[in-house]
Structure formats: structure tokens, C-alpha cells
């Protein structure tokens, strides 16, 4: 979170454009309170300070190569699902086995759920349909189910998995 303090405070300077060392504190001061009126949509945990400076230790050289991997990868999976879905319509012989599958969640948090189920709406042929009310099962109907297990399979081994590293 130091980082996006920072990273706001130049933002300040950068609209103000003033580069002196009072904008540079005002500008930290700033972001310090967006981050503090912000805090619930970032994170989980209730606001303190030593919950403020914990974040300092995640490495925003780590967490930016993991944004970077899980947006190529979900872009893959797009392509990926996009091909298949103009594969089976364009074919002859129209044999869709639609379905409803249950995936049982291990993520816990909103972020995670969220990120978990707009990924399965963005990619083609797959669309989440509900959370349960305990947050532990999500929903989702595709287009063609061969094997409800291999699909549950698949959602959980390669975009639960790559979810959980950016929110556990």
C-alpha cells in the first residue's frame, strides 16, 4: 500500500504540476486518506496501521509480474474459448450439451470471487450464474458439458489457482 501511496502523491504533484517537497507531503498525505477511505474495497481486513504497513512487504515487482501472468493468461483462455465456441457452431452437426455446474470455492475473499466470476463470464461459452448464500459454491452454465468433473476440474486447477496467487 506504500506504493500506491506514492504512486498517488505523484499523481498530486503531477496535476498540480508542482515538483516541490511540500506537494510531495501533501500529495502522500492525500493518498494516505484515499487509501484509508478506500481500505474495505482493497482489502478484507479492518484498517490499522500495522495492517497498512504489512502490505509494504508484498514486493510490487512480484505482484506486478502476477497481474501480468494472470492477464496473459486470461486473455489466452478468451482466445482459447472463442475458437472452440465458433468451432462448435460453425460445425455441421450441432451436437451442445448444455449445463449447469456447481464449483465448490476455496477462495474467501469478495475480491477473489468477483475477479473468479467475471473471468468465467468473459470467456466464451461459459457464464457464472450465482454464488451460494454461504460464499463456498459458485454456479455457471456452459454451453457444452461433456464431463461436469473435468470442467469442475479445469475452473479450479487453472483460474481458481491463478486467482488464489493475487487474492488469498
Not at 505523484?10 to 496535476?15: C, E, G, H, P
Request: hydrophobic share 50%; proline share 4%.
Amino acid at each position: 500500500m506504500l506504493t500506491l501511496t506514492i504512486l498517488l502523491a505523484f499523481a498530486w504533484m503531477l496535476i498540480n504540476e508542482a515538483f516541490t517537497l511540500a506537494d510531495l507531503l501533501v500529495g502522500l498525505i492525500f493518498g494516505f486518506l484515499v487509501i484509508r477511505v478506500s481500505w474495505r474495497l482493497l482489502t478484507d481486513e479492518p484498517f490499522s496501521l500495522s495492517s497498512y504497513f504489512r502490505f509494504i512487504s508484498r514486493n510490487p515487482l512480484v505482484m506486478t509480474w502476477k497481474w501480468l501472468r494472470f492477464l496473459g493468461f486470461g486473455f489466452g483462455e478468451i482466445v482459447k474459448s472463442n475458437l472452440v465456441v465458433a468451432r462448435a457452431v460453425l460445425s455441421p452437426t450441432l451436437r451442445l450439451r448444455p449445463g449447469i455446474v456447481a464449483i465448490p470455492l476455496d477462495l474467501q475473499s469478495d475480491q477473489g470471487i468477483t475477479i473468479l466470476a467475471n473471468l468465467i463470464t468473459l470467456t466464451p461459452g461459459t457464464v457464472t450464474l450465482d454464488i451460494s448464500s454461504d460464499r463456498k459454491t459458485l454456479y455457471i452454465h456452459a454451453f457444452n458439458v461433456a464431463d461436469a468433473e473435468q470442467l469442475r476440474n479445469e475452473i479450479k486447477d487453472s483460474f481458481e489457482r491463478r486467482v488464489q496467487e493475487l487474492f488469498p
